[in-house]
Nanobody, 122 residues
């Protein structure tokens, strides 16, 4: 059974940084794609960044160059380092796991955490 628990969200000023963590259990890193998604108020959930089982990383155009996805295999933790945050990054951020290949469509992901709120405001 896959369990995902996010942490690290909070309120920051524009230009600030946060690091999100996702403690994962029941996930075999070599068989799963891991991802970060976000959902702003009144909007659909969208892909932020994906990390394939083979180590390939993809980013949404809106965050490329500012966000970095990584994992610590020994600790079973997925991270999202977020720098130069903008007000438009404000959203609930979700960690997700998917057995097999990666997909940018959130409807194709079965395992989700409960989310952590990120608010960027002056």
């Amino acid at each position: 059974q896959v369990q995902l628990v996010e942490s690290g969200g909070g309120s920051v000023l524009p230009g600030g940084s946060l690091r999100l963590s996702c403690a994962a259990s029941g996930v075999t890193w070599s068989l799963y794609c891991m991802g970060w998604f976000r959902q702003a108020a009144g909007k659909q959930r969208e892909r932020v960044s994906l990390l394939s089982s083979g180590g390939s990383r993809t980013y949404a155009d809106s965050v490329r160059g500012r966000f970095t996805i990584s994992k610590d295999n020994a600790k079973n933790v997925l991270y999202l380092e977020m720098n130069t945050l903008k007000p438009e990054d404000t959203a609930m951020y979700y960690c997700a796991a998917r057995s097999g290949y990666c997909s940018g469509d959130p409807n194709r992901w079965n395992d989700w955490g409960h989310g952590t709120q990120v608010t960027v405001s002056s």
